[in-house]
């Protein structure tokens, strides 16, 4: 048997109203061509009736009742759901929505605790191609890599990526042109987490688990960065594919464009990207980073927004309580416009 058939994997699927997708998520990772030993579906207290659906199609065998504290229910799949696989499920009903963030947090705590030697990472609406586990886990090993990713790929359209490389500006966004950017296979030091995002447990071991508390929008880039700071080396598998919807965030210019684009959020939720984006510079980013990040966001606030004062100074606080590590209390809304939403 091949070495990398003797080490145990299990894949962690973070999921929040839909059950659709998550069923398509499932049956995709059953199909692998390299066995997987386990699946733990984290759900994020789902009101769309996510725990009825997964029984109804043989997941899971019972309704856990919601409590203070996440309730897990195993189910070892009989062969005619997981191929030659015994795969075991582990659905993970979470006491409340935890966000991305405390998804793969717990996900990730869960499935290290089991003894799992490599920790498959990725959203409920993401589809890896059959053979996706196991070009990971052959690059991995050839190239001696702990933290891989697949190439993502719109799903809506096969000749573009789903999310475009920041660091490879002049690169076409089409999967073509960046696969010419590998080396033998790999383009190194840049993924796009988690997407089939394939973890080794020594990366676990070394840096520790997700910060939960980010809860989304930062916490798999801080992830990253914490990878990087510590001397692990990170990757792209070009022979290794996952589909996934592309996600069109809203951008507005400043100043006609002379300043770029801010990226634009909800107003219940931009304290929490705001937030997340203090603590991400103030921990792996320069002096710099900070001056054009609270110049670009004055400016927007100030004249995009037409003195939005209110708006403004929620910025400046949830930003500085980034910097400061202070996530003991939820963000509020913060003043956003209607066109905002």
Request: overall charge positive.
């Amino acid at each position: 048997m091949a070495e990398t058939e003797r080490e145990k994997v299990a894949a962690v699927i973070v999921t929040f109203n839909r059950k659709e997708a998550l069923k398509e998520c499932i049956d995709a990772v059953l199909r692998q061509t390299r066995r997987l030993d386990a699946i733990y579906i984290i759900d994020n207290a789902s009101v769309d009736g996510t725990p009825e659906f997964l029984v109804e199609k043989g997941f899971v065998d019972e309704v856990p009742h919601p409590g203070r504290e996440p309730v897990e229910r195993v189910k070892t799949l009989p062969s005619s759901m997981s191929g030659d696989s015994s795969a075991e499920i582990h659905y993970v009903r979470m006491h409340e929505n935890t966000g991305g963030a405390g998804g793969f947090y717990e996900g990730i705590r869960r499935s290290y605790d089991a003894g799992f030697d490599w920790l498959w990472l990725m959203d409920d609406d993401g589809i890896p191609a059959e053979n996706q586990l196991f070009e990971l886990l052959t690059k991995s090993r050839q190239k001696n890599l702990l933290f891989t990713c697949p190439l993502v790929i719109d799903k809506d359209n096969e000749q573009a990526l789903t999310f475009r490389p920041a660091h490879l500006r002049n690169v076409s966004n089409s999967v073509e042109a960046i696969k010419t950017e590998a080396e033998d296979g790999v383009i190194y030091d840049w993924v796009t987490p988690f997407n089939g995002t394939l973890v080794s447990r020594k990366v676990v071991e070394r840096i520790g688990n997700i910060k939960k508390e980010m809860f989304i929008w930062g916490d798999e880039r801080e992830y990253v960065l914490r990878t990087q700071a510590n001397n692990i080396r990170v990757g792209t598998i070009i022979t290794a594919l996952h589909w996934h919807p592309a996600r069109k965030g809203k951008r507005e210019r400043l100043l006609f464009g002379l300043l770029g684009r801010v990226i634009v959020r909800p107003a219940d939720k931009a304290g929490i990207y705001y937030r997340n984006l203090g603590y991400l510079h103030s921990r792996y980013y320069g002096l710099s980073k900070h001056v054009k990040t609270v110049i670009k966001h004055t400016v927007y606030y100030l004249i995009n927004l037409r003195c939005n004062i209110k708006g403004l100074i929620g910025f400046y606080r949830y930003y500085i309580d980034g910097v400061r590590d202070r996530y003991s209390l939820p963000p509020r809304c913060i003043g956003y416009d209607e066109r905002q939403m």
